[in-house]
């Protein structure tokens, strides 16, 4: 059972996956947000028109709230009556909140209850079966892989497309794709998607699922397709430790595998080797350090074989000399000795040969 | 009249009623400084930063405190917006994936947090998750009395502020320029954004307490260009919005009262957007057609004149097919025939229409018009 949850859970996170990356390069990354909210009136109106979940109805009646909720952002933008991210952030609270009215008129005493929408919670999947080719399987299973095997067509037969309009729509549309006709079927497999994982993942986490992965890949590459690799892999990854550390702590499993994510997101952030925090003070702190050791060759050599060389190449006159901390002064001057530029001679420094010749091209470097 | 009655006498719907009028007026004043910003989703952000602060605050107090767990909201609340600016920062991720990324690791870690002490034994973490819906009806008046001093100080605080708020929000150079500190404006209106917040997760809770924020502001920008007028305006149609969804869910069909205060906002942000005075839908279409209007009956004046000189024989009437040959097939060219014979503009006989004195002499003051804006 477990095996089923952990592949449930990485066939969610690889369906959101895609539809995410696209997403967030086009800088709309809440709109997922905003149709995972949005298509709660659908999936209630569809449900009590059967009566039941398990049939085409609530699909479809969450596509048709999220297209109104799309169509009705956009038409608002148009206007220019409200600016930015505001027309998505009046739309889709009442829509959602139709959603809630709804069930608390309609649906109360059946399953369906709004925690279950917004939390979801994929222990309960398995439990939930079909038959198909004489194999019983976990509905949520099929209907995960089927959204994932969507995504991936539409994404591998349409990359350069998307990949075009996404980076640049103006030489998208000279080109004859038309970028707006690709952002419906964006937003049309977010709907698809946003609904299928909604009842195993929630409404609220599909967002997590959908960018954080692709965040945390944008802060490690600039390339789309290594990007799309290092999202899957870390999609994959965060599905099966989520599970794992939500069966050892005995939580719910989707903020497990979001927490997981998380932690990707924030080592990236940490140590990326091209972005990263830590990455980047350290770049600095090198800089700084070849710039000291570059001026400590360069005054050794000014007063190398003067006479006042024994005062001025001391350890203390260099210290007053440059200001530095006696730890600071001390680290410069070893990772000269080290790098066989300086020697030690008594209390006095010496450029050694390759010292003398390191900064003779420095000098002709920086002049 | 009983449901007056009971807004006065019913313990529970007054102290719903008058915490969410109270919530509302402080909550659409800050939305919409936030909103201008084009901040509009950071609210959300926030909102749903702040459930592992509850969550921790509980599982290391081991109490149910309002206050305290509401403090534990508002440390998170001011770490949520602290990364999400650093984010935008320092990183090449957009203001809306930073929203979207904290967000969503910092409520799912709240997630995995409440689904973990929810199947701990001791069942007394029960009713935590309120904050996650908001459930109006548990509010007492102590919470009142928290909500009652939080908006005072918020609203207190954006009026000592106003100037500083307002130049930082239009014009973030000129803060600096005009020796603000960026940073402590900045850090001010992010505190008072995480107070209403945090203050409204009880009542409406995390999903819903963002529409409180930028649907009033939005509302509010369609009748006016005044930031000050904005703010007052935003910040009565949260309060009213607050106290009558607060009142229509209180009613015996007993709904959620977060989506029907939103619903209540939704309907006065549909309003504004079609008859807003200032950028409506429907007076701009309004103005537009009364422009149309006069341009063309000025047309037609000139149309008029220009056949009188034409024609060597002068006060011949000429048809209305004529006229329209010249200005142009219109609808609405009989109505504004008609218009110009009541204001004795034109003179009609028949089918057919002469320039009068009168409106010989607007032709002139035309003319006149037209070599000043040459000139």
Known sequence: MTAEIIIIATLASLACAIPGIFLLLKRMALISDAISHSILPGIVIGFLFRQSLNTPYPIVGAVLFAMVMVITVEALNRSALVKGDTAIAIVFPPLFSIGVVLVSLYANNVHLDTDAVLLGELAFAPFDRMMLFGHSLPKSLVKMAIILVMNLTIMLLLFKELKVSTFDPVLSRSLGFSPSLLHYLLMFITSVTAVGAFDSVGAILVLAFMITPTATALLLTNSLLVMVLITFAISSASSLLGVLLAIRIDSGISGAITTIMGLFFITAYLFSPTVGVVTKIRNKQRIALEYALSIVLYHLLHHCEEDDMETECSYGHLRLQFNYSPRYMRKVVHTGVRRGLIEQIGEVFHLTESGKETHVDTFRLHH | ?375
């Open chain 2, 1 to 375: 009249m009983s449901l007056l009655y009971d807004l006065f006498f019913d313990y529970t719907l007054r102290n719903v009623a008058l915490g969410t009028l109270l919530l509302g007026l402080g909550s659409g004043a800050i939305g919409s400084f936030m909103t201008l910003r084009g901040e509009s989703l950071i609210g959300d952000a926030i909102a749903h930063a702040t459930l592992p602060g509850v969550v921790l605050a509980y599982l290391l107090t081991s109490t149910k405190d309002p206050l305290l767990l509401l403090s534990g909201a508002a440390i998170a609340g001011i770490l949520g917006i602290g990364a999400i600016m650093g984010l935008t920062r320092t990183t090449k991720i957009d203001s809306d994936g930073a929203n979207g990324i904290i967000l969503s690791i910092f409520f799912g870690f709240g997630l995995l947090l409440l689904t973990y002490i929810q199947k701990l034994p001791d069942a007394s973490q029960a009713g935590l998750d309120r904050f996650i819906f908001g459930q109006a009806a548990t509010i007492v008046a102590s919470d009142v009395a928290l909500i009652a001093i939080v908006q005072g100080v918020v609203l207190l605080t954006l009026i000592l502020f106003f100037k500083e708020l307002k130049s930082s929000t239009f014009d973030p150079q000129s803060t600096t320029v005009m020796g603000f500190n960026r940073k402590i404006i900045d850090a001010i209106f992010a505190t008072l954004l995480v107070a209403v917040i945090v203050t409204g997760l009880q009542t409406v809770g995390v999903i819903l307490i963002s529409a409180l924020l930028v649907t009033p502001a939005a509302a509010a920008r369609q009748w006016t260009h005044s930031l000050k007028t904005m703010v007052i305006l935003s910040s009565l149609f949260s309060g009213i919005s607050g106290m009558v969804g607060s009142l229509i869910s209180a009613t015996e069909m007993n709904l959620p009262t977060g989506p029907i205060i939103v619903l209540v906002l939704t309907a006065i942000v549909v309003i504004s957007l079609l008859f807003g005075s200032r950028r409506g839908l429907v007076i701009k279409k309004v103005s537009q057609y009364r422009r149309q209007g006069h341009f063309d009956e000025r047309r037609i004046l000139l149309a008029l004149d220009e056949l009188s000189r034409s024609h060597d024989q002068r006060g011949l009437y000429h048809s209305h097919h004529t006229i329209s040959l010249l200005v142009g097939e219109r609808h609405s060219m009989r109505r504004l025939l008609a218009k110009l014979v009541k204001e004795g503009a034109i003179l009609k006989e028949g089918d057919a229409y002469l320039l009068s004195k009168q409106g010989e002499a607007t032709v002139a003051s035309l003319a006149l018009e037209e070599v000043h804006h040459d000139r």
